[in-house]
């Protein structure tokens, strides 16, 4: 545990793996690189009728509810024996106690009705270790299965490769536009892995919360950290957002429209709804005044006496143009856009006050000089400055008596 060089991090299971002095496997639970990783802000509290029931987590974003039937002591971030639906795997306890209850409501399962699979015991050193053998065969696996695919001309795209926990089977994640005949593929995958051969399809989103990675933000992205229901996201978003319809900024690294689209929509509709809808231009005495930009959150309605032109742009208030709306209405044009004041807009200012990019940075000391070598360079400057002016006083007088001879 001391050599970081020896310690294995598999993020998309949220353990580290380590071999110790007598080349025994450890593995422990880390809950930094878990995926959907739930919060238990009731940790602490008991509650019998969720006693015995845990949140097991798989590999990236699979988990499941399962029953301690085993009569063991279990507890977060023990790696555990369940049952399958062949055979059996391991997995790790992510969630205990009343907030699973609240887990299970949020998926949909009804806790009193729902019937659960079992844990059945924790896991043993020899299943740990025919664990990891079953997860060094996935990458290999994952390529062969995608040249087979190529090899068969079936169009569609080999994702990710899950095995069981005691490697008798596996789950392949695929993708696919349209509809994939699988006979002739689970036979070729049967004989080639002799294994059991599950295929799962998942759309674009699900592929980038298995895989992860950062967005444009700079964070992890948001389908492999938090989001668990996928919804259906439109064009209508970024237009009320008034953005740039752009695929190349709109799009994520699934290629679909990003998630984050849908953050704030419903706080700029409720912006939008307090401006007045503005058909046709303000008449002014000047001329007409056409809107060409809004500034929805602030409220701010820039208009221009030129028809979709930006070049001279006069910024109004909401509460503005809404009495000047009324004003045309009844006959009555204001004098000038030009006349109007600009309005007070709040601008943001930053807490630290100084955006400079060595803010953070040691200020560098100056090097103190040595008294003798400062004082024996003052001498020298001083005795070189002297002679100068004494020259350069010298140099005038004769000038002057030149003169005063002439």
Same mark, same amino acid.
């Given at each position: 545990?001391?050599?970081?060089?020896?310690?294995?991090?598999?993020?998309?299971?949220?353990?580290?793996?380590?071999?110790?002095?007598?080349?025994e496997l450890n593995c422990t639970y880390r809950r930094g690189c878990c995926k959907l990783e739930d919060y238990d802000w009731l940790q602490g509290v008991s509650q019998r009728q969720f006693s015995d029931v845990f949140e097991v987590r798989f590999k990236n974003t699979r988990k499941g509810f399962y029953v301690n039937a085993s009569g063991q002591s279990i507890k977060m971030g023990d790696m555990v024996i369940v049952e399958a639906q062949s055979g059996h795997d391991l997995g790790i306890v992510t969630l205990e106690g009343?907030?699973?209850?609240?887990?299970?409501? *949020?998926?949909? @399962?009804?806790?009193?009705?729902?019937?659960?699979?079992?844990?059945?015991?924790?896991? %043993?050193?020899?299943?740990?270790?025919?664990?990891?053998?079953?997860?060094?065969?996935?990458?290999?696996?994952?390529?062969?299965?995608?040249?087979?695919?190529?090899?068969? +001309? @079936?169009?569609?795209?080999?994702?990710?490769?899950? !095995?069981?926990?005691?490697?008798?089977?596996?789950?392949?994640?695929?993708?696919?536009?349209?509809?994939?005949?699988?006979?002739?593929?689970?036979?070729?995958?049967?004989?080639?892995?002799?294994?059991? #051969?599950?295929?799962?399809?998942? +759309?674009?989103?699900?592929?980038?919360?298995?895989?992860?990675?950062?967005?444009?933000?700079?964070?992890?992205? *948001?389908?492999?950290?938090?989001?668990?229901? !996928?919804?259906?996201?439109?064009?209508?978003?970024?237009?009320?957002?008034?953005?740039?319809?752009?695929?190349?900024?709109?799009? +994520?690294?699934?290629?679909?429209?990003?998630?984050? /689209?849908?953050?704030?929509?419903?706080?700029?509709?409720?912006?939008?709804?307090?401006?007045? %809808?503005?058909?046709?231009?303000?008449?002014?005495?000047?001329?007409?005044?056409?809107?060409?930009?809004?500034?929805?959150?602030?409220?701010?309605?820039?208009?221009?006496?030129?028809?979709?032109?930006?070049?001279?742009?006069?910024?109004?208030?909401?509460?503005?143009?809404?009495? #000047?709306?009324?004003?045309?209405?009844?006959?009555?044009?204001?004098?000038? /856009?030009?006349?109007?004041?600009?309005?007070?807009?709040?601008?943001?200012?930053?807490?630290?006050?100084?955006?400079? #990019?060595?803010?953070?940075?040691?200020?560098?000391? %100056?090097?103190?000089?040595?008294?003798?070598?400062?004082?024996?360079?003052?001498?020298?400057?001083?005795?070189?400055?002297?002679?100068?002016?004494?020259?350069?006083?010298?140099?005038?007088?004769?000038?002057?008596?030149?003169?005063?001879?002439?």
């Amino acid at each position: 545990m001391d050599n970081n060089e020896n310690i294995q991090f598999d993020c998309s299971r949220g353990c580290t793996v380590t071999r110790n002095e007598k080349d025994e496997l450890n593995c422990t639970y880390r809950r930094g690189c878990c995926k959907l990783e739930d919060y238990d802000w009731l940790q602490g509290v008991s509650q019998r009728q969720f006693s015995d029931v845990f949140e097991v987590r798989f590999k990236n974003t699979r988990k499941g509810f399962y029953v301690n039937a085993s009569g063991q002591s279990i507890k977060m971030g023990d790696m555990v024996i369940v049952e399958a639906q062949s055979g059996h795997d391991l997995g790790i306890v992510t969630l205990e106690g009343p907030l699973v209850g609240r887990q299970m409501r *949020c998926k949909g @399962l009804d806790p009193e009705t729902v019937e659960l699979r079992k844990i059945y015991r924790r896991a %043993k050193q020899l299943d740990i270790e025919k664990w990891q053998e079953a997860i060094a065969r996935e990458q290999d696996t994952m390529i062969r299965a995608r040249q087979i695919a190529v090899e068969l +001309g @079936l169009e569609m795209k080999i994702g990710d490769v899950e !095995f069981q926990g005691d490697g008798t089977k596996a789950i392949f994640y695929y993708i696919a536009d349209g509809r994939v005949d699988f006979r002739q593929l689970i036979k070729v995958f049967a004989e080639e892995f002799r294994i059991r #051969i599950e295929m799962k399809q998942i +759309g674009a989103r699900q592929e980038a919360g298995l895989i992860g990675g950062l967005g444009v933000c700079g964070r992890e992205l *948001c389908c492999a950290n938090y989001i668990t229901n !996928f919804k259906s996201i439109t064009t209508a978003a970024a237009r009320c957002q008034d953005l740039s319809l752009n695929p190349q900024k709109l799009a +994520g690294q699934c290629g679909k429209l990003k998630c984050c /689209l849908n953050y704030e929509v419903a706080t700029y509709m409720d912006a939008q709804a307090r401006l007045p %809808k503005v058909s046709e231009p303000l008449d002014f005495e000047d001329g007409l005044a056409y809107l060409v930009k809004t500034d929805i959150l602030r409220g701010i309605m820039y208009f221009s006496y030129e028809k979709g032109s930006l070049a001279n742009t006069y910024p109004l208030d909401a509460a503005e143009v809404r009495e #000047i709306i009324k004003m045309n209405r009844n006959g009555i044009r204001p004098e000038s /856009l030009k006349t109007e004041p600009e309005p007070e807009i709040p601008e943001f200012i930053t807490a630290v006050g100084d955006d400079s #990019i060595t803010r953070f940075d040691t200020p560098k000391r %100056k090097k103190s000089k040595n008294n003798r070598g400062g004082g024996k360079g003052q001498q020298r400057q001083g005795g070189k400055n002297n002679g100068r002016g004494r020259q350069r006083n010298d140099n005038r007088g004769a000038k002057s008596g030149k003169n005063g001879e002439a």
